[in-house]
């Protein structure tokens, strides 16, 4: 069965940085776009990045662009997501999914000082 299994996640100061994974198992990861989604407390959950199949497209929202690199190791079924400069506002729990039927648990992020 699909199952996507994040991790990295946890309290970081503003301006630091975080990266998350996805490890992703019961399908073949090379043949799906995957995105990351978050979802803040008392807000409705939304869109952060896209990564085509092989990695050649990627996409971004406006919020994190420039701050958010989103990657993929298909060799190693897993995908990333690099966050640097981040700020109280980017704490949220972050979900990776392979949309639009399968969500990992997701792992929380909360950046405070």
């Known amino acids: 069965q699909v199952q996507l299994v994040e991790s990295g996640g946890g309290l970081v100061q503003p301006g630091g940085s975080l990266r998350l994974s996805c490890a992703a198992s019961g399908f073949t990861f090379s043949n799906y776009g995957m995105s990351w989604y978050r979802q803040a407390p008392g807000k409705e959950r939304e869109f952060i990045a896209f990564i085509s199949n092989i990695g050649g497209f990627t996409t971004y929202a406006n919020s994190v662009k420039g701050r958010f690199t989103i990657s993929r190791d298909n060799a190693k079924n897993t995908m990333y997501l690099q966050m640097n400069s981040l700020k109280p506002e980017d704490t949220a729990v972050y979900y990776c999914?392979?949309?639009?039927?399968?969500w990992g648990q997701g792992t929380q992020v909360t950046v405070s000082s």
């Open positions: 999914t392979r949309q639009p039927d399968y």
